[in-house]
């Protein structure tokens, strides 16, 4: 038996126009908030949910004092770039300037962001991701302005990735969509043999025809279902019929939007 009180934690999903709260006290408080139709007046996009989460800690961060807070962020506010392994082997400042220069390529200029990778597999293609620092800045000082630790940061496509990744056989794709964002993969054997990143105001017939679309171009077998991890979005029975071809991983919360189911699966990770 401990006799040291198990520390708060606060699972927080950053999305663009709503944040998702999830958080336990002790060994069986726990509670959750969805804070949704957030608004503000123009500037930064991440700036929006970050005013409402400070107004919410306003109130409630007394309970949650010295709380160690765990983030993930919409794919609104990361992007996502798949970077071939280098014929010659680079370290250090060599390797980031590798990555950026892949995401760059993409997204144009990244100056202002923080470029993080995912370990990957040695000789194969990683996925890698850029963030603004400018939001990252600004979340770790609003937490320790409220007496709270800033824990890991993670965007959702990562996360849902982690959480699923063992149901893929080799050749499937996997797709995560929410606001207004997808992130479409396909992972082989070896690694990641494809990753983009598409723009599109989602239904989950669009959503469906996007992915199929997807495997054509990437060469995938029409053999397995495609995995696709959309929070928030309404799934009818049509969409859920076993000859479309599809395996629905999480349509929590679909009468309230993406944030709060993307919160409750960092709080399983």
Not at 16 to 36: I, M, N, S
Not at 218 to 237: E, H, K, R
Request: net charge neutral.
């Amino acid at each position: 038996m401990s006799l040291i009180p198990a520390r708060a934690m606060l699972f927080m999903a950053l999305c663009p126009d709503q944040v998702g709260l999830v958080w336990r006290v002790g060994r069986a408080a726990r509670g959750e908030q969805l804070l949704p139709d957030i608004t503000g007046d123009g500037g930064l996009p991440w700036q929006v949910p970050l005013d409402a989460v400070k107004q919410w800690l306003d109130v409630e961060a007394g309970r949650l004092h010295r709380a160690r807070v765990c983030v993930v962020l919409s794919s609104r506010f990361v992007r996502h770039a798949l970077v071939p392994w280098p014929q010659t082997p680079l370290r250090g400042d060599e390797a980031l300037a590798w990555e950026r220069l892949h995401l760059e390529a993409v997204y144009g200029d990244l100056d202002g962001w923080r470029v993080a990778r995912d370990p990957g597999a040695f000789g194969r293609a990683r996925v890698v991701c850029a963030v603004p620092q400018d939001l990252l800045d600004h979340l770790h000082d609003l937490l320790v302005d409220k007496g709270l630790a800033m824990g890991p940061v993670v965007p959702y496509f990562v996360q849902a990735w982690n959480r699923w990744r063992r149901k893929l056989a080799a050749g499937q794709l996997f797709a995560v969509a929410e606001s207004e964002r997808v992130v479409l993969g396909c992972y082989g054997r070896g690694g990641w043999e494809s990753l983009r990143m598409v723009s599109s105001r989602l239904t989950p017939d669009k959503l469906v025809a996007l992915a199929q679309r997807e495997c054509a171009l990437a060469g995938v077998s029409n053999a397995l279902p495609m995995l696709l991890c959309a929070p928030g979005l309404f799934l009818d029975a049509s969409v859920l019929e076993p000859d479309r071809g599809v395996e629905w991983l999480d349509s929590a919360h679909a009468d309230q939007g993406p944030a709060l189911g993307m919160a409750r699966l960092m709080e399983c990770a």
